[in-house]
């Protein structure tokens, strides 16, 4: 593992305060569903986030390089609990937005 220090949940949004908002949500849920080190809601230039006309996030749900997140990741129980935390933390921020 070339970064075994390097764990956690992290989302990026670019320049809208709706993307900033959802990225929040979804990093809140993740962290309450997981207990992961929190790297935090963070602004970036991705194309896939530039070029939306909806709010937008990427989301990093862990790191293969990471000695914390690497077994975690392998686990298809763990994988289950982040795709479900994504999923409440999109609900969340459509009940609470609209």
């Known amino acids: 593992m070339s970064r075994p220090d390097v764990n956690g ?25 997981t207990g992961m080190n929190n790297r935090g809601v963070k602004e970036a230039r991705f194309f896939v986030l530039r070029r939306t006309n909806m709010p937008a996030s990427l989301v990093e749900l862990g790191f293969v390089t990471g000695a914390e997140d690497a077994p975690r990741l392998a686990d298809s129980n ?3 609990l982040l795709a479900k935390a994504v999923a409440r933390g999109i609900l969340q921020y459509i009940v609470d937005t609209f």
Not at 12 to 19: D, I, K, P
Request: glycine share 4%.
């Open 78 to 80: 763990f994988r289950e």
């Open 9 to 33: 949940v992290e989302t990026y949004f670019y320049s809208s305060a709706a993307g900033r908002e959802l990225s929040a949500y979804l990093l809140d849920s993740l962290l309450e569903a």
